[in-house]
Every structure is written in C-alpha cells, then in structure tokens.
C-alpha cells in the first residue's frame, strides 16, 4: 500500500498544477518521477528563469546554492546568508536546497536554520591532497600520479562525506578525465560496495547524474539491489541545460525502479 507521498506524487501525473501544492510533492510523467534536484542558482540562471524552465520542462526543481566557509566565496555561509537563501525561495514552487561544501559545513549554521530547506546534498569533488588542499579533481588537466592510491583516498573521502548530515549525495563514482577510459577497472566491486553500505547505513540517496552521466548501470545494479534511494540531478546551471534528466530517466527504466525507490524530500536536518 502507497503512504501519502507515493499516493500524493502518483497523483500528480494527471497534471502539473501540483506545483503550488504540498512542499513534499513530486510531479510524475509516465510513472516515472518528473524532478531534477540538481540545479545551481548564479550568473547564467536566476531563481525566476529556472521556475521558468521548470514550467516549460514540467519538471519540479531543487535550487541549491554552495555553502560553505565565507572565505572560500560561497554563497552560503553562516544563518544570516542561509535564511536570506531560503526567503528568496519561499512560496516558489520549487524544492529550497544546499550543496555542502567544505567537510566543516555543520559547524556554520544552526539546527534551526538547516530544518528550513527541504534538503542537502553534497559531493566528493573536493578531495583534499596530503596538505589538505582541494585537488580540483574535475579538471581535465588534473591526472593522478598512482590511480589505485588515488582511488582508496578517493573512496574513503566519499564514505566520510556521505557520514555527514546529507541527504543526497551526487556525481557517485564520477572519475577525472584522464582516469574514464579505466572506468571499470578502477571502480572495484569492493569499492562501489564500501559506498553502497555507507549510503545505505546513513540513509542518504545517491544521485544519478545526469552532467556526467554517472553512475555507470552496474554500480546502479548493486545499488539497486542493495535497497539504496535514488535521485535524480541534471547538475546544471543553464536554461538551456537546467532540467535535463535523459540520462537520469534513461537508467530508471533500464533499472526497472519505482516510485518507492526514489528519494522524496522529508526536511533537512534529520541527522544535524
């Protein structure tokens, strides 16, 4: 038997005037769930023109802003900049988010203010070398002098920050370029299994990703399997691009998911 999310997203198929409905509620199309939670507010998109494209898409978007440390230059970075963030959300119909930034976030905000979003997600790309410094792994330039060493710090820097207070953690397993073409070889089962159990054990969804199309489908398989949420996140930033799931729908139907194995925003701050 549906609980009153399910029946409430499973609902909203007939239409998308659910959009100013409950905070909680997720469009369907073609049973399938119709949300990106991955979409970044700045320069080349507006709050106002990604409810726009949200519309056009008939899509429900989670905007985030980055939060972290001030002197790192986010947006987000202490209870002051974090209800002004969440103010300029309220009555929109979207879903009011953060992506946590720096592994000290907890320590910048309130358990009150955090309980105001509807989630936050977070991600492993920060990776610090052996001084501490963010290694930039997203560059294209940046190539690892040993990949397996960089593997093992990589995973286990991706086990702590999924033991955060998250609820979403995106761009699972995604590798720098120069390491893509040894995809399968570096992500071991043993590997995806260590985040698998973690994701699991903290009750945070893993992303699919639509930006950078992982995860690949036999890391989804495993996770599948293991009963791990999933969703959804273009991971974009542009009107062209903001809402762009093909990927992310393209897997949910080769993984044969339903509704009850994707992640419905229940409030952050569960675990703060």
Avoid at 70 to 90: F, T
Avoid at 106 to 116: D, E, V
Avoid at 238 to 265: H, M, N, W
């Amino acid at each position: 038997m549906l609980n009153r999310r399910e029946a409430l997203a499973l609902c909203a198929g007939a239409g998308l005037s659910q959009f100013a409905g409950a905070a909680d509620q997720i469009p369907m199309r073609d049973g399938i769930p119709s949300v990106d939670y991955h979409v970044h507010v700045g320069d080349e998109l507006s709050v106002g023109r990604a409810i726009q494209v949200s519309r056009q898409r008939g899509e429900k978007f989670g905007l985030l802003q980055h939060a972290g440390e001030k002197r790192g230059g986010y947006a987000v970075y202490d209870d002051d900049s974090l209800n002004a963030w969440i103010r300029s959300l309220e009555g929109k119909p979207v879903f009011k988010a953060i992506e946590a930034e720096t592994t000290n976030w907890p320590s910048l905000f309130s358990k009150t203010a955090i309980a105001k979003l509807d989630y936050i997600q977070a991600d492993a790309l920060g990776l610090p070398d052996k001084s501490g410094a963010p290694m930039q792994i997203w560059k294209r330039d940046f190539q690892p002098a040993n990949p397996q060493e960089f593997m093992d710090r990589y995973v286990d820097f991706i086990l702590q920050r999924i033991s955060e207070p998250i609820d979403i953690f995106v761009v699972p397993t995604f590798l720098p370029d120069s390491l893509l073409p040894d995809y399968d070889r570096l992500w071991t089962a043993p590997r995806a299994r260590a985040i698998i159990d973690a994701a699991l054990a903290n009750k945070v969804a893993l992303e699919i990703d639509c930006h950078f199309r992982v995860p690949h489908l036999r890391f989804l398989e495993m996770a599948r399997d293991a009963g791990v949420m999933f969703a959804f996140g273009s991971n974009y930033q542009t009107p062209e691009s903001a809402g762009d799931i093909s990927y992310c729908i393209e897997v949910y139907k080769r993984l044969g998911l339903t509704p009850r194995q994707f992640f419905r925003p229940s409030g952050a701050g569960r675990r703060f």
